[in-house]
């Protein structure tokens, strides 16, 4: 079974950094490209980054780019999200993702992250 | 990256179809078959039901189809049923080697 659990979220300061991590299981995690995915409170979906199988090609939105880094470790099946100069707006639920032709095909649970003094 | 566009809201009764739509651009919709489709109940994570604008994953029922005509995609849900209730999202790969959602459409079942 395909199973993807975040941790890492929490509440930061303004300016501050945090470290998200998706810890995956069930499948051949090198093989596969992955993708963080946002949500603020109450509103969409909002692609963030991703990642290929080997961590030697990343993308971001222009909304993090220059703040936020996509990392993941193979041997440790983990994804990683590294997220420096917090603003307010960074506020959501962070999900991790398989990629699956270009679509998200499993997501884990979410973890949040609120930005605020 | 501009989100793509959704109607925010749509109806139906138990056992009609729907058809939500979803506009982009021909630097994404139109430029590529990349377009899916999520299904999200509140308090709970996203779930694919449509890839690749008309495919659908193992497991998800064949009520649910995908098509696309230029900068729009279309997802419908026939055979309505309570449980079809939920906001649905669509998404597409973009030229720039980005993703890009829709805003949402929330899907009430009368």
């Known amino acids: 079974e395909v199973q993807l659990v975040e941790s890492g979220g929490g509440l930061v300061q303004p300016g501050g950094s945090l470290r998200l991590s998706c810890a995956a299981s069930?499948?051949?995690?090198?093989?596969?490209?992955m993708h963080w995915v946002r949500q603020a409170p109450g509103k969409g979906l909002v692609w963030v980054s991703r990642i290929n199988s080997d961590g030697s090609s990343t993308s971001y939105a222009d909304s993090v780019k220059g703040r936020f880094t996509i990392s993941r470790d193979n041997a440790k099946n983990t994804l990683y999200l590294q997220m420096n100069s917090l603003r307010a707006e960074d506020t959501a639920v962070y999900y991790c993702?398989?990629?699956?032709?270009?679509?998200?095909?499993?997501w884990g649970q979410g973890t949040l992250v609120t930005v605020s003094s | 990256q501009s989100a793509l566009t959704q109607p925010a809201s749509v109806s139906g009764s138990p056992g009609q179809s729907i058809t939500i739509s979803c506009t982009g651009t021909s630097s994404d919709v139109g430029g590529y078959n990349y377009v899916s489709w999520y299904q999200q109940h509140p308090g709970k994570a996203p779930k694919l039901m449509i890839y690749?604008?008309?495919n659908r994953p193992s497991g998800v029922s064949n009520r649910f189809s995908g098509s696309k005509s230029g900068n729009t995609a279309s997802l419908t849900i026939s055979g309505l049923q309570a449980e079809d209730e939920a906001d649905y999202y669509c998404s597409s790969y973009t030229s720039s080697s980005t993703w890009v959602f829709g805003g949402g459409t929330k899907l009430t079942v009368l």
């Open positions: 690749e604008v008309s």
């Open positions: 993702a398989r990629d699956l032709v270009a679509a998200h095909d499993y």
């Open positions: 069930g499948f051949t995690f090198s093989s596969y490209w």
